[in-house]
């Protein structure tokens, strides 16, 4: 009854049985046949093929279902062997945005490759959305982000907390009445302006001023909002990006305010066309860590690469 999964699975993933089939190198033809064969045996369609793209029927989505908790009970199998072979092979698939994909990322790979030379190390650089996609369908082990994800569905292990502030093009006249507030470059990087002796910025004092955001799901975005929504302010958002870096390139161009991390200012140069403020440590104080799908088998190449994180996030 559940022979031929990755068949049937790959016409779901696909929609079209013309790409299935490129994908498994195999014909149209003999892989109609199979999928055929299959729904013969369990007595009912699978995918309904009077819609384009091919869709699933009632029965066929239980069988997709089936079929996910097979394939993870499959990998599950399968990287335990890999447990017994000490690491001699596998492989780790991790996410982020660009700015962790930059930033976070390469000293981490850099050191479990050294170790662990035989394990395969995959990285995709997208936006939370996608990312979460990716860990949730499998394609991913783990992500690495800020966003609060459902406990229910994901597992989460801490690299480091980071800190949102406020970016401004320094040709804005705003600024002229801000410099009591206004930190450098090197107070972000050094965390002096974590201390409590230094204020967080009137942020009403940016009220008319011109905004560029993150999209919707990103915690960055959500976050900016709950400030706006705090000080009662409908902001002027110009543009919405999916990258924080690409944010800050545009602030510093001089179109706009933008929301980015310490992490970020610790590694990007200096750029004299913006000025930086604290934000409200309520609203800017949050929690960097590597998600991955919970319940799913945390093989020791992923354990081994987590503990490899801690060490670099303690340097």
């Known amino acids: 009854m559940f022979s031929n999964p990755e068949y049937v699975y790959e016409v779901y993933k696909e929609r079209s049985f013309s790409k299935a ?38 029965c066929g989505q239980k069988y997709i279902e089936v079929i996910k908790q097979y394939m ?4 599950g199998f399968l990287n335990y062997l890999s447990n017994l072979e000490e690491l001699k092979v596998g492989s780790v698939n991790v996410g982020g945005s660009n700015l962790f994909t930059s930033c976070i990322l390469p000293p981490i790979i850099a050191r479990f490759a050294a170790r662990y030379p035989s394990v395969e190390i995959n990285v995709v650089e997208a936006n939370t959305p996608l990312l979460d996609q990716k860990l949730m369908d499998g394609s991913l082990d783990l992500i690495v982000d800020n966003y609060v994800f459902d406990t229910e569905t994901h597992s989460s292990v801490l690299f480091r907390t980071e800190n949102l502030v406020l970016a401004v093009p320094s040709a804005f006249p705003v600024n002229g009445s801000l410099s009591a507030y206004r930190i450098s470059a090197d107070d ?35 976050r900016a909002m709950q400030i706006f929504a705090a000080h009662g302010i409908r902001p002027n958002i110009l543009l919405n990006l999916d990258q924080q870096m690409t944010s800050y390139n545009v602030t510093c161009s001089g179109i706009g305010i933008s929301f980015v991390t310490d992490t970020l200012v610790m590694n990007t140069y200096e750029n004299p ?7 409200d440590p ?14 799913k088998y945390v093989t020791r190449a992923m354990e081994e690469f987590l503990k490899i994180a801690a060490e670099v996030a303690q340097e």
């Not at 892989?31 to 369990?42: A, D, F, G």
């Not at 993870?72 to 990998?75: E, I, K, P, T």
């Not at 002796?197 to 955001?213: G, K, L, R």
């Open 188 to 222: 972000i990087k050094s965390k002096r302006f974590l201390d409590p002796s230094v204020p967080a910025v009137p942020f009403e004092t940016f009220a008319q001023e011109p905004f560029i955001m993150l999209k919707a799901g990103n915690d960055t975005r959500d």
């Open 282 to 295: 309520d609203y800017s104080r949050r929690s960097l860590c590597f998600f991955h799908k919970k319940g």
């Open 21 to 58: 089939a490129k994908n498994l190198f195999i014909s149209q033809p003999a892989l109609s046949v199979t999928i055929k064969r299959v729904e013969n045996r369990i007595g009912t369609p699978i995918f309904d093929r009077s819609t384009n793209p091919v869709g699933l029927t009632e």
């Open 72 to 75: 993870d009970l499959q990998n």
């Open 273 to 279: 066309n913006v000025v930086f403020y604290k934000l």
